[in-house]
């Protein structure tokens, strides 16, 4: 049977529309169950705090339960893995710092594309680093401590969280853009290489979350790594004051598989961003030296992707292997 040209049209629009509309109503129910954060470091360093806050925040604008899952490993990949193999349907998510970005030029044979197979959310806050020595090191400013490390060279342990780290890539753009030579002396995690700085095992070290450590004068902070002083040690100078053009910090944020729809993404997005107005969330994140950052998931993706490139070069002119 010919069906009249009218009618035709007007059943083939009726079908293309029909994959659309739960697509949205999907969305708007989102979540209708609980979600899954990914985070590729054990608990208590800067990206698992964040994950926790941002997790309650969304669980108490959104009512369902957004859980941290410690997936530590390989440098962040073993987290990254797992999201990029899961359903793109917004069920599971990854806190991301630079670790994913640096990888991409750190490891050479993943299973996956971090770029290609992750789609960006949100940019939650930027964390800066102070560079903080051992009270023993003679050295009050980062002149003197350029001038100690000239020299006494190759004598100066600089402790990092791993080989290929941001703390480690943020010692070695120091020593790029100032001719020192230090010895890397990498740690499994933050905290142990805080530990034996803290004891003079080693001298120096790029850290975030030391607030605490600078306060109670367990270590001494130099600098602040961001190119303006932090707003909780405004009397901590920024390294770029004594080596212009120095800028690292450490972005965390939240993204998703590649292809989970647009509008689940935009939904997180805008509560993400609504949450970081929130008064008592902004004083938590002051206490680690951090600050908001917000944005559209299109701004934290071309954040991505400026870290990849900046820290590509270190990695290159350093010659850093992934262990």
């Not at 208590?44 to 941290?68: N, Y």
Request: proline share 7%.
């Amino acid at each position: 049977m010919k069906l009249p040209r009218r009618n035709f049209l007007h059943l083939t629009a009726g079908a293309a529309a029909l994959p659309i509309l739960p697509r949205f109503a999907w969305a708007e129910a989102y979540p209708s169950r609980p979600v899954r954060i990914i985070v590729g470091y054990p608990p208590g360093g800067s990206a698992d705090v964040v994950a926790r806050l941002i997790g309650q925040q969304l669980s108490d604008r959104l009512g369902q339960s957004f859980v941290v899952e410690n997936r530590t490993g390989a440098g962040t990949n073993i987290a990254t893995e797992v999201v990029v193999n899961s359903a793109p349907d917004g069920y599971t998510l990854l806190v991301v710092d630079a670790s994913p970005a640096i990888n991409t030029t750190l490891y050479h044979n993943l299973s996956f594309s971090f770029f290609r197979d992750i789609a960006p959310v949100a940019c939650v806050m930027s964390v800066p680093l102070f560079m903080v020595v051992n009270p023993a090191v003679p050295a009050k400013t980062v002149p003197e401590f350029i001038a100690y490390a000239k020299g006494n060279p190759r004598k100066v342990n600089m402790a990092s969280n791993g080989n290929g780290g941001l703390l480690h890539l943020a010692g070695e753009l120091f020593k790029m853009m100032t001719g020192v030579d230090l010895v890397h002396v990498p740690y499994r995690g933050a905290q142990p290489a805080l530990t034996d700085l803290i004891s003079g095992q080693v001298q120096v070290m790029f850290a975030a979350s030391t607030v605490e450590y600078i306060k109670t004068g367990k270590v001494r902070a130099l600098a602040v790594t961001t190119p303006t002083r932090s707003e909780v040690l405004p009397e901590v100078p920024s390294l770029s004051e004594f080596v212009p053009g120095y800028d690292a910090a450490a972005w965390i944020g939240v993204s998703a598989p590649k292809n989970t729809p647009l509008e689940i993404i935009d939904k997180l997005n805008n509560e993400i961003n609504a949450a970081l107005t929130d008064r008592k969330l902004k004083l938590r994140l002051a206490d680690l030296g951090s600050s908001v950052a917000g944005g559209s998931a299109a701004d934290y993706g071309r954040r991505l992707e400026e870290e990849a490139k900046k820290w590509g070069k270190v990695i290159r002119a350093a010659n850093i292997k992934a262990e």
